[in-house]
């Protein structure tokens, strides 16, 4: 994969920075800080040598590591997993000067986070995300969690990393399908904020398809960038959501009610890919985007996502568990859901309370074809 030799440093504001290179795995340590002595390194089962990769860095800067691995995928973020590890920190005498790595995908971040934060009441988190939706979304900005039964990321802490760490290396070995998750976080920036990455998304694909989905992408390393700047910008604003943050949850209410009602078998990335369908249909009906402008925005939304092979529409038939899902969206305010929309390109703002209706004729839009993909 392309990766320019010197790795770039994107500052989150004041508080830690996201440095981005090729082959810069091994510079975990420096992203620690002081006085660490116990690191605890999260890890999946699925990545054995970067893990260790890790843990030798680690130990070779004289930290004590304490590996502790978690099952794949959304399996991990659960509470009883996140007990799992509690107790192996308090097993092990970790202090308030003691830290957490996660390595992994974003599932493995959020949890490692959220450990973090909760371990005597929050310590040290450096996140080295190993796929592409961690590196320009899950592992920046601190928001941290797991799911319960009853939603997704209904339990967690905003608690912002040390550092975020993302060797681009590490993407060769991604499956595609993952690749391509990830990259319906860089669209969702590219609608919500900077179109430039739409622009690349399209021409890499009208370059070579299959080489735009893949790590290969000649356009990978500025996306990647750009988006976490995107991402940079809106957290270093807004760390707790009051406000501005709400707009990195585009296309989520209702991506996030598709991976509850499928149990966890669409990837993240799919569902918001999906989700971003249906908000952009919403944007219509609602008269947030108009005229021939506003139905070439959405026409857009379907373009670019098919064209990296991401779902754009879901099975008819789901509609009350999909509602009953988007009611604990966390935009929501007592019974009133809220969902970010689109008045333009890059001109985000909030929907509350539309009228169920047309959150079900939206659906019917995304729905109307029975062609969705199978999971
Ligand atoms: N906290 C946030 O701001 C935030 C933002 C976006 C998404 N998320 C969360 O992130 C999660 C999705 O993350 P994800 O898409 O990274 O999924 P994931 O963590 O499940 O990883 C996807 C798969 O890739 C494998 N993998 C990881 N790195 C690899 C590598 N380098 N080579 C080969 N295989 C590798 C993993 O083992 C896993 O099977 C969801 O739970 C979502 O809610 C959080
Ligand atoms: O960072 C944010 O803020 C986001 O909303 C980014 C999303 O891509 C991410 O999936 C996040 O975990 C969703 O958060 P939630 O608050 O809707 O659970
Ligand atoms: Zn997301």
Redesign the pocket.
């Known amino acids: 994969m392309s990766g320019a030799p010197v790795p770039t440093t994107i500052p989150v504001g004041t508080d830690y920075d996201v440095v981005i290179g090729a082959g810069v795995l091994d510079r975990v340590g420096d992203l620690l800080g002081d006085d660490v002595e116990r690191v605890l390194v999260v890890h999946?089962?699925?990545?054995p040598e970067?893990t260790s990769r890790v843990a030798a860095a680690l130990e070779a800067q004289g930290y004590a590591v304490h590996l502790a691995e978690v099952p794949?995928?959304?399996a991990?973020?659960t509470a009883e997993v996140a007990a799992t590890l509690w107790a192996q920190l308090g097993r092990a005498g970790f202090t308030r000067t003691d830290a957490v790595v996660g390595v992994?995908?974003?599932?493995?971040?959020?949890l490692a986070?959220f450990v973090a934060a909760s371990w005597l009441r929050g310590v040290r988190v450096v996140q080295v995300?190993?796929?592409?939706?961690?590196m320009v979304?899950?592992?920046?900005?601190g928001?941290?969690?797991i799911?319960t039964a009853e939603g997704?990321?209904l339990v967690g802490a905003f608690h912002p990393p040390a550092g975020v760490l993302c060797d681009v290396d590490?993407?060769?070995?991604?499956?595609g399908a993952?690749l391509v998750?990830?990259l319906a976080?860089v669209v969702k920036c590219g609608f919500i904020a900077d179109p430039v990455i739409l622009d690349l998304v399209e021409a890499a694909v009208a370059d070579d398809p299959d080489r735009a989905r893949s790590a290969a992408n000649p356009h990978l390393r500025e996306l990647i960038e750009r988006a976490v700047r995107v991402k940079a910008e809106v957290v270093a604003a807004d760390l707790r959501e009051s406000s501005l943050r709400e707009v990195?949850n585009y296309g989520h209410t209702f991506g996030?009610a598709v991976?509850q009602v499928e149990q966890f078998s669409w990837?993240?990335?799919e569902a918001v890919g999906v989700g971003m369908v249906y908000v952009a249909e919403l944007a219509r009906l609602t008269g947030h985007l108009t005229g021939p402008e506003g139905d070439a925005l959405v026409a857009r939304h379907r373009s670019v996502l098919e064209s990296l092979g991401l779902p754009t529409t879901y099975p008819a038939g789901r509609w009350d568990a999909l509602l009953t899902a988007m009611r604990r969206d966390k935009k929501s305010r007592g019974s009133t859901l809220r969902f970010v929309v689109l008045d333009g390109l890059a001109e985000p703002t909030r929907l509350a309370g539309p009228d169920v209706a047309l959150l079900q004729a939206a659906y019917g839009l995304v729905s109307r074809h029975a062609d969705a993909p199978a999971h």
């Open positions: 999946p089962p699925t990545l970067l794949d995928a959304e991990a973020k992994g995908g974003g599932t493995v971040t959020d986070g995300p190993t796929t592409l939706l961690g979304d899950a592992a920046v900005g928001k941290t969690g799911n997704k990321n590490v993407l060769s070995t991604l499956p993952d998750a990830g976080e990195l996030h991976e990837r993240h990335g």
